[in-house]
């Protein structure tokens, strides 16, 4: 990884996630600029990776190779009003979902720009972060921004930017479908007779071998699921029932409506 400092505006949970790889990886504390206007959230990533957050911009972010954008975007324009004129050289990344290519590029000054989109498994390492550069950006800097996102988990390349919606419906938003289905199950666990603290566990478990299994199979996901399906058995009679109430179509339809919200924030909806 470069060794020219990298900086990080915003340092909440994704920028977390983030440093902590970094320092994992060997990156020394004292070359990470984090500026984080929150005094809590200041003391935990200094406790936590050894850094020096600080709470406005800096003449040391001139110096950076890498700006992790990792702000609300709400925040986004005031917080790079803010940072005009130290921007310009470095590679730009964001992490910001709906904020486009080219608002970062007005706003840096720089046409180095990849966005990103990853999720929150991310913190525990076991994320993937959809990932989207634009022509300027050679194939060391993107190796550079695959090293940068290692740590969190995997991360896949999209040939275009308007694709990133699709990841963020998807992926992006993807885990709470799981937390979701993973509510319902416990639920119905619970109406069955067993107590919350069971079904979690029970549902938890098969969801995370299902997901394994799902990975390390040839298999296609339809293909798995005939599998468990005998025709008359406990799991037709599931699935049957699924169908009868529209699960699918339904989830195709919830992804969807996630992937054209993500279009609205992005034209600033």
Same mark, same amino acid.
């Given at each position: 990884m470069s060794t020219a400092p990298i900086a990080f505006i915003g340092g909440g949970n994704m920028a977390?996630?983030?440093i902590g790889g970094l320092v994992k990886a060997g990156r020394a504390p004292a070359d990470i600029l984090v500026i984080e206007p929150l005094d809590a959230q200041r003391e935990k990533l200094a406790q936590a990776f050894g850094v020096m957050p600080l709470s406005g911009v800096?003449?040391?972010?001139?110096?950076a190779g890498t700006i992790v954008w990792a702000v609300k975007p709400q925040q986004?324009?005031?917080?790079?009003?803010?940072?005009?004129?130290?921007?310009?050289?470095?590679?730009? !990344?964001s992490v910001m979902a709906g904020v486009r290519g080219d608002a970062l590029v007005q706003a840096s000054g720089s046409p180095r720009v990849v966005r990103a989109m990853p999720n929150t498994p991310a913190l525990i390492g076991r994320g993937i972060a959809g990932l989207h550069a634009r022509p300027e950006v050679d194939a060391a800097a993107r190796a550079e921004v695959e090293r940068l996102f290692?740590?969190?988990?995997? /991360?896949?390349? !999209?040939?275009?930017e308007d694709q990133l919606d699709a990841v963020t419906a998807v992926s992006g938003s993807g885990?709470?479908?799981?937390?979701?289905?993973?509510?319902?199950?416990?639920?119905?666990? !619970?109406?069955?007779?067993? /107590?919350?603290?069971q079904g979690r566990r029970l549902a938890q478990s098969t969801m995370a071998g299902a997901a394994a299994?799902?990975?390390? /199979?040839?298999l296609s996901a339809a293909e798995l699921r005939a599998q468990v399906? /005998?025709?008359?058995?406990?799991?037709?009679?599931a699935i049957t029932t699924l169908e009868a109430h529209g699960v699918g179509p339904a989830f195709v339809a919830a992804l969807q409506a996630a992937c054209r919200r993500a279009e609205e924030l992005g034209r600033g909806g």
């Open positions: 977390s996630a983030l800096n003449p040391a972010l001139a110096a986004f324009a005031e917080a790079a009003q803010a940072c005009q004129g130290l921007l310009g050289h470095a590679l730009q !990344v290692a740590p969190t988990g995997e /991360s896949l390349w !999209v040939d275009e885990p709470a479908y799981f937390f979701y289905v993973l509510e319902a199950m416990t639920e119905a666990a !619970v109406q069955m007779g067993l /107590s919350a603290g299994l799902a990975q390390a /199979s040839p399906t /005998s025709k008359g058995g406990t799991t037709h009679a």
